[in-house]
């Protein structure tokens, strides 16, 4: 069974699917921000959904993230490193990528298991 959560005409949110979890591209909470700031926000985002969906941080599988410049690689690191808990680091990709609005720095796609 699939099931969809806050589906609107163009994407849901979440999708689950024989356990595991499927979330939508997460940017920031304010596009104002520099690179550090809108990846913890982004990331805050990433663990509201998870908890909506029953799981966590812990039971990422995978993450493709999309940077607009690998200038801010080393700084969106950081915020990364500090999120991720020790000994559950996902597969991961990280790409340089054009945004949907130009203030973007970064966005994440993330898949999870179910808990």
């Known amino acids: 069974m699939i099931e969809r959560i806050d589906t609107k005409q163009r994407m849901s949110r979440i999708v689950k699917h024989n356990g595991t ?19 913890e926000t982004m990331l805050e985002k990433v663990d509201e959904l998870l908890i909506q969906a029953g799981s966590d941080r812990k039971h990422i599988l995978s993450a493709t993230i999309y940077i607009k410049d690998m200038k801010y690689f080393a700084e969106m690191n950081e915020v990364w490193d500090a999120w991720v808990p020790e000994g559950y680091a996902p597969a991961r990709a990280c790409v340089e990528a054009s945004m949907a609005r130009d203030a973007l720095l970064v966005e994440i796609s993330v898949v999870a298991a179910e808990v």
């Open 21 to 39: 979890i499927y979330l939508c591209g997460q940017v920031c909470k304010d596009a104002e921000q520099g690179i550090k700031e809108q990846t």
